[in-house]
């Protein structure tokens, strides 16, 4: 049985980084005391705040991949290490990058958030992330050993089921959403997306949010793991903590076996006809 647990930590990061990264230590440490294998953190986990330029990091080598890579040491887990704003050598705007790291406490892999949030709601305002941030080129899934193979992405991501989809495609077991999700959109939209990437997929679903007040807006919360048949296996209360679930990686060769979804594409004729 090819079975692990797996910590989803759900945080209320501020604008203090070293306050941030003193939180999310003391909640490692307390999802290896419960046994977990491996741990996942929220989206902007070391600042949540506006200025993300002032407070880009090197990936790898900048505090917050230290103190995690210090981390991974000591309690011998793999560490999802939610996102940062990464430093950009090529201009102002900095990544929003998530972090992989082994055991060993080195970068098994890290991925830039391709979609920025860019909305107009007509009477409410608008939302121009990527004046903010730059986006990533390229689709990250890594392989965890007898954890499996991971896919990676962040927040507003989730709304684009084709990152999603060709990540399954290429092996992908378990998905990664960190995120920060406001609100008003997670009341009716986390949940629904979540299951529904679990399910059309086959895979496990590890969302770890931020909650409560931000400098922007109030985040969601409601951290959860979703298995591949799409049911709810572990959700956080409405406060930082920390949930365990078990990712059991036969289980999602039988439900892929059960449900078809994969293996029964038509990629030969999937083409729009226009009549």
Known sequence: MRRFSIAVIQMASGQDPEENLQALSAFVREA????????????????RGVEMERYAEE??????????????????????????YEKNPQGDRPYNCTMVIRP?????????????FDVTVPGGGQMRESSQICPGDA???????ELGTWGLSVCYD???????????????????????????????HW??????????NGCYVVAPEQFGPGPEFPAYGRSMVVDPWGNVVAQAPDRPGVILADIDLDYVEEIRRKVGTLSNRRADRYRLERV
């Open 32 to 47: 290896a005391r419960r046994g977990a294998s491996a741990a996942a953190l929220p989206e902007s986990v070391s600042y």
């Open 59 to 84: 990936v790898p080598g900048g505090p917050t991949f230290q103190r995690l890579s210090a981390l991974a040491r000591e309690t011998g887990m793999w560490l999802h290490g939610g996102s940062i």
């Open 104 to 116: 060993d406490g080195t970068l098994a892999a890290k991925y830039r958030k391709l979609h920025p």
């Open 139 to 145: 689709i990250v899934t890594v392989d965890a050993g």
């Open 158 to 188: 989730l709304r684009f089921g084709e990152l999603y989809r060709i990540m399954a495609l290429e092996g992908a077991q378990v998905l990664f959403v960190p995120a920060n999700f406001t609100l008003n959109t997670g009341k009716d």
């Open 191 to 200: 949940e629904v997306l979540l299951r529904a990437r679990a399910i059309e």
